[in-house]
């Protein structure tokens, strides 16, 4: 049996292998992972969608025929800058009870521990009632056009899985109070760039025509817009388990309808960034690109934003909104003009109640809750052709931990890799058994 021991080292191990995006190069990984499940006994394939850019699944054959169970996974990660790290970002190291590196926590911990619990359910001879995949993608981070959109078009029985588990919740402690976050649905992505135009020229002799002057205006006017808070029913339910029973100023928590209209409440919302995240669509400048030496006044100039739509907002009337902000002076331009709009995968399920049974098992008698995931995931994919699909990692995160995603010195307990695998250990169990329809 694979141990803590083991996936500690293969964590590491699997860090190493530099598969950052773009530009990919995540052929390397999957024969990583290939070689592990080899090595058990377990049949693999390799499906390349471009040079270097491939994915992976094995399959544990059920009892039954039916849809599969999906564990999902992605192998690349979000670019890293060494000069800004304590560590290197692919070194694997480990420090102070930690490992760190680039896509500890998104999400090649999670990827080594569901490949472990696999890989376990098959050592011990177990026959789940049902087809269990173990699948690991690539370029999820850049939209998933070479991993989960190349390996539906390549295996249409993916399309009719019954169940599929991967990233986009887990347990977060805060001030002492610990609860499940258990994603069945997340934010829309809705990435614009803004571009302008101007006269290029001396910068001595300013002449009211400068593109840098245009992009700053119009972004002042996107960022200063203050986007409504709203509630939904997962987010009512999700902020209804944490926040109820708690005061603020000797009110008792109203509910979040209620809540969104109280001050009091609105300001612990707007200064927590999940809360906040959850609560409204966002927009986040992220690229800023304009001239090229100091005293020449650029003819263009461009700004790029990340912006996340609450469930129930459309691309259409938030893109008239952003436009309307921007003025007449610059262009709007859509990143990816193709994205999907799924709505939420169901909560009162037997695989929301055995997820549940399996944290409390581990956890206690702690509140497990239906979420919001602000960023994108593969799950969208299944999500958007009606197949439930939740977002969950057992390992217990600081706020402080789990804001480090995608920034420097991202990291995981080692304690988290122990509470990570018996996690998932459990919850493939309860997969693998009779008790899932």
């Known amino acids: 049996m694979k141990t803590y021991d083991d996936a500690v080292s293969i964590i590491r191990e699997f860090i190493r292998i ?33 040079p270097m850019r491939a994915n992976i699944i094995s399959r544990i054959k059920g009892r039954e025929k039916g849809k599969p169970i999906i564990l999902l996974g992605h192998t690349d990660v979000v670019p890293a800058r060494e000069e800004e790290w ?19 926590i998104d999400m090649k911990a ?12 098959a050592r011990r001879g177990v026959v789940p009632k049902r087809d269990i995949i173990f699948l690991a993608t690539c370029d999820e981070e850049v939209g998933g056009a070479n991993g989960m959109e190349f390996m539906l078009d390549r295996i249409p029985e993916l399309k009719d899985a019954s169940f599929v588990l991967s990233e986009g919740g887990c347990l977060i402690e805060e001030d002492g109070f610990i609860h499940a976050q ?12 803004v571009k302008a135009k ?3 020229g001396h910068g001595s002799m300013p002449h009211g025509d400068n593109a840098n002057e245009k992009i700053i205006e119009a972004s002042h ?8 808070l709203k509630a939904t029913p997962i987010t009512s339910a999700y902020l209804g ?13 109203p509910g979040l309808k209620d809540a969104l209209n109280a001050p009091k409440w609105r300001r612990l919302f707007e200064s927590n960034e999940i809360y906040n995240a959850i609560l409204r669509n966002t927009v986040t400048l992220t690229i800023l690109k304009g001239g090229e030496k100091v005293n020449v006044i650029p003819a263009e100039s461009s700004a790029t934003f990340d912006a996340r739509l609450l469930p129930a907002e459309t691309h259409e009337r938030f893109f008239r909104k952003v436009r309307q902000l921007a003025g007449k002076d610059v262009v709007i331009e859509r990143i990816g003009e193709k994205i999907s709009e799924p709505g939420p995968s169901r909560y009162n399920t037997v695989y929301f109640q055995g997820v549940r049974n399996c944290i409390t098992s581990l956890k206690g008698d702690i509140p497990v809750l239906p979420f919001v995931t602000t960023g994108a995931t593969d799950l969208r994919y299944f999500r958007d052709i009606g197949v439930p699909a ?6 217990t995160l600081t706020k402080e931990e789990h804001m480090k995603m995608h920034g420097k010195d991202e990291r995981i307990s080692l304690e988290n890799i122990r509470e990570g695998l018996e996690g998932c250990k459990s919850i493939v169990n309860f997969l693998a058994s009779g008790s899932v329809p």
């Open 182 to 193: 258990v994603s069945v649905t997340e934010k829309k992505l809705s990435q614009f760039v």
């Open 198 to 200: 101007g006269t290029g």
């Open 86 to 104: 304590t560590v290197h970002p692919f070194g694997g190291d480990v420090k102070d009870g930690y490992i760190y590196g680039r896509g500890a």
């Open 221 to 228: 006017r996107i960022l200063s817009h203050r986007w409504p």
């Open 110 to 121: 999670q990827v080594i521990c569901q490949l472990l619990a696999f890989v376990d359910l």
């Open 241 to 253: 388990g944490i926040l109820g029973g708690r005061r603020i100023g000797g009110a008792r928590f």
């Open 18 to 50: 530099d598969t950052t995006n773009p530009p990919g190069r995540e052929e390397a990984a999957a024969v990583f992972l290939e070689d592990i499940l080899k090595r058990e006994g377990l049949h693999a394939e390799i499906h390349a969608a471009a």
């Open 390 to 395: 939740y977002g969950f990692f057992p390992v």
